[in-house]
């Protein structure tokens, strides 16, 4: 596969079990469909429950004339990544994505700062978004039961944090009952 940007050869490299092409010019990475996001949560396992919005946004892609996919040879279609300044190339046929050398880190480090200022009561509503996907969620359900504990164990730090002694009081109401036992 040749890269979309400076059409040098892409080598095949593993990184954390993960299999990715990388550009052996400008360090660009072309991640198949589903690798951005386990590449995603490898940088970081606390945002394996944050979805890449990637698709839910396809009539925002900017189809350039030209650039062609290296998986496919279809046509890539450009989108800037929420507000990072990112300019991720995606390919509609395939799914694939391509992102420049640095691209990556910047996306996991907006995704760490909106974690970072989500306030317990967005936490609270992701919790129960993530536990409504249990039954209706794209996912596998062990997956998405990953997912939901992962918002719940974000939720409990939160709430230890904003409100010290909640975990307790919780915990001293519930040992009366049959779920604190």
Known sequence: MKCPKCEQ???????????????????????DEGELRQAKDLANENLNWMD?????????????????CPRCAGAMGSLE???????????P?????WLDAEDLERIVRALEDELVGKPSKELFTDTLREAAELVTGPER?????????????????????EKPGF????????????FGA
């Open 9 to 31: 050869e892409l080598v095949r490299g593993e990184a954390d079990g993960l299999e990715l092409d990388v550009c052996s010019g400008c360090r660009g990475i072309w991640f």
């Open 52 to 68: 890449f919005a990637i698709w839910k946004h396809e009539d925002a892609f900017q189809i350039r004339p030209g650039t062609a």
């Open 81 to 91: 990544y929420a507000d990072t300044g990112v300019q991720l190339e995606a390919c």
């Open 93 to 97: 046929a395939c799914r694939g994505v």
């Open 141 to 161: 359900f062990l997956s998405e039961w990953r997912d939901l504990r992962q918002v719940l164990r974000l939720l409990q730090m939160r709430l230890s944090i």
């Open 167 to 178: 975990h307790e009081r919780i915990a001293s109401v519930l040992r009366g009952t049959p």
